[in-house]
């Protein structure tokens, strides 16, 4: 099974940084990437899909990179709601499967 | 389209339970639902996938002969039924939509959440 690695675990920022967690899949999955944002309580969020496309409705100081193994979320100019946990996903056709980071917790 | 599910639950040891997921405001459609629990303090893990109109079935391997995914039709609500429950599955159980091939197949539209208590 593909194992998916997010680090870190925990980051500390402040208001109107740029900060940037990264996902990595223990073999090339493609482009086979999504981010998600949780607030406490909460159901997860769809941010980005495809690795790399923001979802509807998501401001576009998030944005995501990579293939392959390795990808990133950024979050510019960090706001006061995006103290929050965020989660990588690998979606894998054969066989059905998905995969989530362990997450990783945006503290100030 | 919502998802809205089913109120919290407190069950025993080695009892089952029975989450459902409405969807509100549409119709089931070839989109999977599929289940992700999240225990106290810890991160989301994939259940299983299920097609509604087509009966289809794709069960996490962990959850393999204890986990049963359904739907009614005619009330357009899927369900998951867990068995033998032990107190590690005290946990947030969510359905979940994979939008498709279009944003391949991320995870687009999410219940609300339904709290399951296992106590001894």
Not at chain 2, 17 to 39: D, E, H, L, P
Not at chain 2, 65 to 74: L, M, N, P
Request: with cysteine; proline share 4%.
């Amino acid at each position: 099974d593909i194992q998916m690695t997010q680090s870190p675990s925990t980051l500390s920022a402040s208001v109107g940084d740029r900060v940037t967690i990264t996902c990595r899949a223990s073999q090339n999955i493609n482009n086979w990437l999504a981010w998600y944002q949780q607030k406490p309580g909460k159901a997860p969020n769809l941010l980005i899909y495809k690795a790399s496309s923001l979802e509807s409705g998501v401001p576009s100081r998030f944005s995501g990179s990579g293939s392959g193994t390795e990808f990133t979320l950024t979050i510019n100019s960090l706001q006061p709601d995006d103290f929050v946990t965020y989660y990588c996903q690998h979606y894998n056709r054969l066989p059905l499967m998905y995969t989530f980071g362990q997450g990783t917790k945006v503290e100030i | 389209v919502q998802l809205v599910q089913s109120g919290a639950e407190m069950k025993k040891s080695g009892s089952s339970v029975k989450v459902s997921c409405k969807t509100s405001g549409g119709t089931f459609s070839s989109y999977s639902i599929n289940w992700v629990r999240q225990a106290p303090g810890q991160g989301l893990e994939w259940m299983g996938s299920f097609i509604p109109i087509v009966d289809e079935v794709n069960y996490a391997q962990r959850f393999e002969g204890r986990v049963t995914f359904g739907a009614d039709r005619s009330s357009t609500t899927a369900y998951m039924e867990l068995s033998s429950l032990k107190s590690e599955d005290t946990a947030v159980y969510f359905c979940a939509r994979d939008g498709g091939a279009a944003i391949a197949h991320a995870f687009d539209i999410w219940g609300q959440g339904t709290v399951v208590t296992v106590s001894s």
